[in-house]
Nanobody, 118 residues
């Protein structure tokens, strides 16, 4: 049974930090590109950051220099370190896994809420 379980969300003040985790099971984690998406109220889901099976990363411009994506293939876990958070970062954050060769094979987590507010 495939599972992606996000954790680490919560309420944080502007300028604060959070670390999200995505624990994967039920598939060969190292074969999948992993990504974080987010969806704010009334907005479309957007790609925040991705990391390939080789460790190459990409980020949406709005988080560059503030967020860092990483993965631990031995622990089947992906992370998103989020620093200097602001209100625009408030959203539900989702973990995504997409097979490196078969783009049609992908999985989603259930999401974790991140709220940036004073």
């Amino acid at each position: 049974q495939v599972q992606l379980v996000e954790s680490g969300g919560g309420l944080v003040q502007p300028g604060g930090s959070l670390r999200l985790s995505c624990a994967a099971s039920g598939f060969t984690f190292s074969y999948y590109k992993m990504s974080w998406y987010r969806q704010a109220p009334g907005k479309e889901r957007e790609l925040v950051a991705g990391i390939t099976t080789f460790g190459s990363t990409n980020y949406v411009d709005s988080v560059k220099g503030r967020f860092t994506i990483s993965r631990d293939n031995a622990e089947n876990t992906m992370y998103l370190q989020m620093n200097s958070l602001n209100a625009d970062d408030t959203a539900v954050y989702y973990c995504n896994a997409r097979h490196r060769y078969n783009q049609g094979v992908e999985y989603w987590g259930q999401g974790t809420q991140v709220t940036v507010s004073s």
